[in-house]
């Protein structure tokens, strides 16, 4: 098929949702690549092009040449084409942008100078914005010029004289409106906006509590600068999850099917290595025991439950802060509420485990009961501590800001682990007379 | 300000967002809301009821009398209601339903029947749908007729007359439209759609993947039945990913801020008790080798390591089947590939580890490489099939259907660290008279 003419290639391929156009190209060959580009315009492959990841619009970018990618730049949509921008060594990007026409470069510059992960940089500025005195008739007619440029009608933002939000309409209520209505009239004031600097995070939490199609996002003088729709929110969402995920599993950044063995072990050998010398630390944790341990082995049989409870505890309370965080209930309920609802939660946690246990060993190791009472002990202080852990260091460390990563599942297990077998081995000790 | 005047209240109350009516709903008590009924009409507390949780309708339902209800039944959208339905006891929902108008009554009936978490259940019935022959003004005029009662107006669906969909009109394309244009002119022919049996992931997956504002569902017999919006979507994808992460750290289920100690505790007790006696299983692997442990106590201080590192690898890789079950990125790359490539991960970290603490091991432990290679050997045959174990036992899990809670974090690692203790213990007994 492909080898075929032009025009039924086009007629075919220009038929397909870009979704699907996207998938196609990225099964082909260079040589089938090569073709497209020859085949479509500019234009018409802006719209492939928006639909690739990062990772392969730097890969196909280098197979374009320099005007054909201007004229596609100029297709594609701003926040796209920044976030694309934004990937590439600085030089190129002002390459391409001086190339570009003026007004959108400066668009471009623009957004390239938000933060990342904020509402500034995941923004589109392609948006409408009415004025109060505009009539409902003659907004849909400027409506049908616009909207191909606009990245979404369904809410048109209403700005007073100073460019400031001061209402919106949805495109719902403009068309229930009568013609010679005027925007104030139908527009609503009680206008929900983000700010320019919001995390993207926050700005995902606004749109699905509202339930909204697209936020306005504000400057810090409150105009109105560009608008987040709900497609891009999608986006964030699943990003920040697949963040959360590899934090609870410590195996962030290696979340992707697409990796080979190599480069998969690659990314995630770092974490592994670092936990196994956190495993030597351990190590040494139970080494000072040794002589106890050579007294009585039987204390080694234990190890295991010791540690998976105290690390299980941990992990649940770890995924309900993650969560927590990632929904922003956090801040309705209060750390200090959920820090000691945590530490109620472990200790009932630990006494039930302690009953079960302190009955179940003495059963199991010929009534062995003072065995069963230091593992009983050791674990009802080890999960108290355990949920502690696990909800106050994912906390401190949102708090500081500081890369949350350290805050790992794994990591948070290792330490319950450390003081779940000290505690263990300091009463084991303690007891070692009456344990024989 | 509550106990002043009706106008008043409902002046200030109505004014605000209907998310933000819900908030505050939240915060009264009894009689603040016994005030909020009196004060609001059926139709305005339908608009904060529709805002609850599940667990809040059910709460605030016996509050209500039941003429009160009814008509707030009647005012609310038939997906919303559906869901509140399905969850109150069949009777009582029966005696609502025969109480309310007998078409509505039908709607929701026909919404109760599709089995949990597919799109029928979460869809809506309350769409527009247009037929080829008519024209763009009137399709216009019509609108703003039925507007107040669809779900979204910003898709119009295309039916022939058996009630086929042929296609699909954005409220976008309609606005540029001529007037006189008839509708299979205008309308797009390549429409995507889902089946009502489909899964809510994968109809969360198609509109993530089209980022479409919402998708509509077909029977088997190619009817258009319903339509799911993204807000229902963004609500499906944060439940599952709460569940998701849930699973990852056996937490599911108590996810929830809002829980006192007591409930949290009763919530997550079974995990953490199934584990300990897991853990008491993994006490006995351990006591199998106790001859060996009384030899060599030296061996129990390398148990945490060896633990460890198979435990965290096994959670990676289930990191990784779970983002991409929930993603639908497995589908593209295959399962057989898949098991291959965390194999080969396995292998490699294994490897790596191996050569760190065949050299670190001796260091640290006065030149014992015996001690070094036994444990290097048993890490290395441990995260091998550690990767395997993560990577096979949710595949299997999520083919049979079954409750996947089993194929829960902890369990895998579980199941890792009993297999990565017996290969150690084995090894090292294999060793025993060089280690000394």
């Given amino acids: 098929l492909k080898a075929g003419n032009i025009e039924e290639f086009r007629h075919l391929f220009l038929e397909l949702h870009p979704t699907d156009q996207v998938e196609l190209f990225i099964s082909f060959d260079k040589n089938q690549r090569q073709r497209v580009y020859e085949y479509l315009s500019p234009a018409e492959f802006a719209e492939i092009f928006q639909g690739l990841e990062l990772e392969q619009q730097k890969e196909y970018i280098v197979e374009l040449d320099q005007t054909f990618a201007i004229d596609m730049f100029n297709s594609m949509s701003a926040d796209d084409l920044a976030d694309f921008l934004g990937e590439l060594p600085d030089i190129m990007a002002e390459t391409y942008l001086n190339n570009m026409g003026l007004e959108d470069a400066q668009d471009i510059k623009h957004l390239l100078a938000y933060p990342p992960e904020t509402a500034g940089a995941i923004m589109t500025t392609e948006f409408i914005a009415l004025s109060t005195k505009e009539k409902a008739s003659d907004v849909l007619k400027r409506l049908r010029q616009q909207a191909p440029d606009a990245e979404t009608i369904y809410y048109l933002y209403v700005v007073n004289e100073e460019g400031k939000l001061v209402g919106v309409v949805s495109l719902r209520d403009l068309i229930v409106a009568q013609d010679e209505q005027l925007v104030e009239e139908i527009m609503s004031t009680r206008v929900v906006s983000v700010s320019v600097l919001d995390d993207q995070e926050e700005v995902a ?21 560009g608008i987040v729709t709900v497609d891009d929110v999608m986006d964030v969402v699943e990003e920040e999850t697949t963040e959360d995920i590899g934090e609870i599993s410590a195996a962030r950044g290696a979340v992707d099917l697409q990796l080979s063995s190599f480069s998969a072990a690659k990314k995630r050998a770092p974490w592994i290595l670092m936990l196994a010398f956190l495993g030597l630390i351990t190590a040494g944790v139970i080494g000072r025991f040794e002589e106890t341990l050579e007294t009585v082995a039987l204390l080694a049989v234990f190890i295991p439950l010791i540690m998976d409870s105290a690390g299980n505890t941990g992990t649940q309370t770890l995924a309900v802060v993650v969560r ?8 309705r309920v209060g750390v200090g509420k959920l820090l000691k609802r945590e530490l109620g939660t472990g200790m009932m946690l630990g006494l039930i485990c302690a009953l079960v246990l302190v009955l179940a060993i003495p059963l ?19 999960l108290s501590v355990a949920t502690v852990v696990g909800a106050a260091i994912p906390l401190v460390i949102n708090k500081l800001r500081i890369d949350p990563a350290i805050a790992s599942g794994p990591f948070i297990t290792t330490l319950n682990d450390i003081i779940a077998l000290f505690i263990y081995f300091s009463v084991a000790t303690a007891f070692l007379h009456y344990i024989q």
Same sequence: chains 1, 2.
């Fill in 364 to 382: 199991l190791y010929d009534g062995n009961w003072v065995l069963g009472m230091v593992v009983a002990v050791s674990l009802f202080a080890a």
């Fill in 324 to 331: 927590s965080l990632a929904l922003g209930t956090i801040d």
């Fill in 205 to 225: 939490n606004v749109i699905k509590k509202y339930d909204f199609l697209a936020v306005p996002v504000i400057s810090k003088q409150g105009k109105l600068v």
